[in-house]
Each structure stands twice: as structure tokens, then as C-alpha cells.
């Protein structure tokens, strides 16, 4: 068995989904979250350049895991303080449960007309500091209004009323954070038709982001047609972060799935839409075929943050076949590749082993050369 170093901060092996806790301290910065620019992994510590992607918590200290760059204007103004979770797909379906508060107190009695201002006015104080004061009081604004929601069902028809009217993206994303806590089948049901026939694109995307912390099971078939219809690139990408894990669907509700994302991957010109795609593929695939596009964006997609997206989707999909393994190969021994893509190909290489000779040299070699460099990696290969 061969094995790497390593190295303190080396990333880790799945990224945490964003749950309705982790929404709304984002939400309050006008940013819950997207997966990274640059790939479908976490980036090499050594590599510079790459901002840190954050996991909101609850408390308003946002917890972080190193790596991507976020490619989303809402989404990039969060502040990374620590943690060793990987970031690196977007599509880890495990979050925190909803509607946790049962410390929170709440102020207003059954009947008292619902006031929004509070919450939007602690929003906007976080976006303008991004201190830890501010953050922390948008988080109580927040979970003090989400309270009112569970306990007062009239306070919950307002609220989801007001989701309906509001037209500013970032109020939309600290509303939605909001609705995304209380987690009651009105809502659900409410996201479901605005994320499918809202006339406006930001509540159309908030919609979505809703559905994705509730991890719907019913968002499936409103984001595959919106995948193949919609022209706002942000309504796109947050179809595809709420698109559910593929667990109990039949093999003809997968293949849709797999067509609408081999068409995102294939023509979308949006790179992180592209790239999710991609690692999608790799969680929805039914056979060998399916993963066909994955593979050629890996072979050639003009894209680095595609082509690393696309590695880290041929680990996701297991497939230990030639192809897939000689694919992988290819990219990892190109000096000319981007250095992100090579080592999710070393990575994907070492989650498909035990490996053929020829792969297992080149897995070997390429650990060699980090090493010979000061850099350190951890991953076994039998």
C-alpha cells in the first residue's frame, strides 16, 4: 500500500450541504451558498489565489472549510474563519435539522400584524459590515422571526405573501433563509410554484434555494424543466444546487435527470453551472453512457473549473472502467493541466483503486512530485 503524507490542512472527503440553519446567517449577508468557481473539489492548500468558501453556522460565526473561489456575486462576501470540512461538490445532502429553536422566545402574540423590518434592516447592517456583531444580530432577527412563523400559522401565510412581493435579491435570500427554518409543508409548497412559474427571476432563484435546504424530493422534475428552459444564469444555478439526491426514482426519472445535465454540460457558458453539472452526472448516472459527456469535458472542455468538476464526478460515479481510469490518467500526467483538475484526477484515481499498473505509477508519481515540492497528500492506493 502507498501513501502519501499528510498534511494538516489537506482537504477533506465531502463537502456539507447547506441546511435552513446554515441559510440564515448567509442569508443575512446576502449569500447563502454556492460551491466554488474553480472545481468540483477543494483546492490544494499551496495554490493561491482561491478565496475560502464558508459554512454559515446558526451563532453567526461563519465556519469554513479551505478551497474554492466562489463564482457567485451573492454569494462571495462571506467571511472564512476556519474548518477542516471539504468543500467540494455542493450536493452532500446532509444538513442540520429544521426548526431548532426551541430557545427562542417569541415576542409577538397571535394576531399582532407581521413586521418584516427587523429582519431586512439586520440584513442590510451585516452586508454593509460583515463584522461578527452584526452577523450575530441578523442571526437572532432571524431566528426570533422563524419562531413567530411555527407558532403563529396567520404570521406564516404574511410571511410567505411578502416572499411573493419582494423583487430585491438580497431581502428574497434573508426572507427565504428565514422560510427555510420553519420548514412547513406550506412553504415547501409554496417554493414549488414560485421556483416554477414565478414571473420574477431572483424569487425564482430564492424559491429554489428554499426547496434546496429542505432537500425536497418534488424539486426534481420543476428543476429539469427548468434546466432546459430558463435563461437567468442564477435561477439555473440554483436549480441545479436544489436538485435532490437520486434515491428512490426510477431508471426513466434518472434519465431525464441525466439528459437536462448532459445539455447544461455540454452548452451551458456559465462555468459553475457546467461544473455542477458535471459532478450531478456523476451522482445520477445510470450506466457507463451516461457518463460519456463527463468524460469528454474532462478530455477537452476549454474550462479548468469544468474539467475539475468532471474528474471529481467520475469519483463520484464509482465507474472503474478503462475509460474512466485512462481518462483520468491522461489528465493527471499533463504537465500542461491545470494543476486543480490534475489533483482531482489524482484523487478520483486513488477513490477507484485498487488500480492497474500503468495507473498506479502515474498515482504514484505525481504524490512523488508534491512531495519533492514540501507539499503533502494523504490518500491510500492498494
Same mark, same amino acid.
Do not use: K
Given at each position: 500500500?502507498?501513501?502519501?503524507?499528510?498534511?494538516?490542512?489537506?482537504?477533506?472527503?465531502?463537502?456539507?450541504?447547506?441546511?435552513?440553519?446554515? @441559510?440564515?446567517?448567509?442569508?443575512?449577508?446576502?449569500? !447563502?451558498?454556492?460551491?466554488?468557481?474553480?472545481?468540483?473539489?477543494?483546492?490544494?492548500?499551496?495554490?493561491?489565489?482561491?478565496?475560502?468558501?464558508?459554512?454559515?453556522?446558526?451563532? /453567526?460565526? %461563519?465556519?469554513?472549510?479551505?478551497?474554492?473561489?466562489?463564482? $457567485?456575486?451573492?454569494?462571495?462576501?462571506?467571511?472564512?474563519?476556519?474548518?477542516?470540512?471539504?468543500?467540494?461538490?455542493?450536493?452532500?445532502?446532509?444538513?442540520?435539522?429544521?426548526?431548532?429553536?426551541?430557545?427562542?422566545?417569541?415576542?409577538?402574540?397571535?394576531?399582532?400584524?407581521?413586521?418584516?423590518?427587523?429582519?431586512?434592516?439586520?440584513?442590510? /447592517?451585516?452586508?454593509?459590515?460583515?463584522?461578527?456583531?452584526?452577523?450575530?444580530?441578523?442571526?437572532?432577527? %432571524?431566528?426570533?422571526?422563524?419562531?413567530?412563523?411555527?407558532?403563529?400559522?396567520?404570521?406564516? /401565510?404574511?410571511?410567505?405573501? &411578502?416572499?411573493?412581493?419582494?423583487?430585491? *435579491?438580497?431581502?428574497?435570500?434573508?426572507?427565504?433563509?428565514?422560510?427555510?427554518?420553519?420548514? $412547513?409543508?406550506?412553504?415547501?409548497?409554496?417554493?414549488?410554484?414560485?421556483?416554477?412559474?414565478?414571473?420574477?427571476?431572483?424569487?425564482?432563484?430564492? %424559491?429554489?434555494?428554499?426547496? $434546496?435546504?429542505?432537500?425536497?424530493?418534488?424539486?426534481?422534475?420543476?428543476?429539469?424543466?427548468?434546466?432546459?428552459?430558463?435563461?437567468?444564469?442564477?435561477?439555473? *444555478?440554483?436549480? @441545479? *444546487?436544489?436538485?435532490?439526491?437520486?434515491?428512490?426514482?426510477?431508471? #426513466?426519472? &434518472?434519465?431525464?435527470?441525466?439528459?437536462? @445535465? /448532459?445539455?447544461? +454540460?455540454?452548452?451551458?457558458?456559465?462555468?459553475?453551472? &457546467?461544473?455542477?453539472?458535471?459532478?450531478?452526472?456523476?451522482?445520477?448516472?445510470?450506466?457507463?453512457?451516461? +457518463?460519456?459527456?463527463?468524460?469528454?469535458?474532462?478530455? #477537452?472542455?476549454?474550462? =479548468?473549473?469544468?474539467?475539475?468538476? %468532471?474528474? !471529481?464526478?467520475?469519483?463520484?460515479?464509482?465507474?472503474?472502467?478503462?475509460?474512466?481510469?485512462?481518462?483520468?490518467?491522461? #489528465?493527471?500526467?499533463?504537465?500542461?493541466?491545470?494543476?486543480?483538475?490534475?489533483?482531482?484526477?489524482?484523487?478520483?484515481?486513488?477513490?477507484?483503486? =485498487?488500480?492497474?499498473?500503468?495507473?498506479? *505509477?502515474?498515482?504514484?508519481?505525481?504524490?512523488?512530485?508534491?512531495?519533492?515540492?514540501?507539499?503533502?497528500?494523504?490518500?491510500?492506493?492498494?
Amino acid at each position: 500500500m502507498s501513501r502519501a503524507r499528510l498534511a494538516p490542512d489537506a482537504p477533506a472527503s465531502r463537502e456539507p450541504r447547506v441546511g435552513p440553519r446554515e @441559510l440564515a446567517t448567509a442569508g443575512a449577508l446576502g449569500a !447563502f451558498l454556492v460551491v466554488g468557481f474553480l472545481g468540483g473539489r477543494m483546492t490544494s492548500p499551496v495554490r493561491g489565489g482561491e478565496a475560502t468558501p464558508v459554512v454559515a453556522s446558526t451563532r /453567526a460565526v %461563519a465556519t469554513v472549510s479551505r478551497g474554492e473561489a466562489f463564482s $457567485d456575486d451573492a454569494r462571495n462576501r462571506a467571511v472564512a474563519i476556519g474548518g477542516d470540512a471539504a468543500l467540494r461538490d455542493g450536493c452532500d445532502h446532509e444538513h442540520s435539522a429544521p426548526g431548532d429553536l426551541s430557545g427562542e422566545v417569541v415576542d409577538a402574540a397571535p394576531g399582532t400584524p407581521l413586521d418584516l423590518g427587523p429582519l431586512l434592516a439586520a440584513g442590510r /447592517a451585516a452586508r454593509a459590515t460583515e463584522n461578527e456583531e452584526s452577523l450575530h444580530a441578523a442571526d437572532l432577527a %432571524a431566528a426570533a422571526l422563524a419562531a413567530r412563523l411555527m407558532a403563529d400559522p396567520a404570521a406564516l /401565510a404574511e410571511a410567505l405573501e &411578502a416572499f411573493g412581493r419582494l423583487e430585491d *435579491r438580497f431581502e428574497l435570500l434573508d426572507l427565504a433563509a428565514v422560510l427555510a427554518r420553519v420548514a $412547513d409543508p406550506e412553504v415547501e409548497a409554496a417554493a414549488l410554484a414560485m421556483a416554477a412559474a414565478d414571473p420574477s427571476p431572483a424569487r425564482r432563484a430564492a %424559491a429554489f434555494d428554499i426547496l $434546496d435546504a429542505l432537500d425536497s424530493p418534488e424539486t426534481r422534475a420543476i428543476a429539469v424543466e427548468t434546466l432546459g428552459r430558463e435563461a437567468d444564469v442564477d435561477v439555473r *444555478r440554483a436549480a @441545479l *444546487r436544489a436538485m435532490p439526491e437520486p434515491d428512490g426514482t426510477d431508471w #426513466s426519472e &434518472a434519465g431525464e435527470v441525466s439528459t437536462a @445535465l /448532459a445539455g447544461v +454540460l455540454r452548452s451551458d457558458q456559465d462555468e459553475e453551472s &457546467a461544473r455542477r453539472a458535471a459532478v450531478l452526472i456523476g451522482r445520477w448516472r445510470r450506466d457507463a453512457a451516461d +457518463l460519456d459527456p463527463v468524460i469528454g469535458a474532462l478530455a #477537452s472542455d476549454p474550462r =479548468p473549473g469544468v474539467r475539475a468538476g %468532471a474528474a !471529481f464526478a467520475l469519483e463520484v460515479a464509482g465507474d472503474r472502467s478503462r475509460r474512466v481510469v485512462d481518462r483520468l490518467v491522461a #489528465s493527471l500526467a499533463s504537465d500542461d493541466e491545470d494543476p486543480l483538475v490534475r489533483e482531482n484526477a489524482w484523487r478520483a484515481l486513488g477513490a477507484l483503486s =485498487p488500480l492497474p499498473d500503468e495507473a498506479r *505509477r502515474a498515482w504514484r508519481d505525481y504524490a512523488d512530485g508534491r512531495e519533492s515540492e514540501g507539499e503533502a497528500l494523504e490518500l491510500e492506493v492498494d
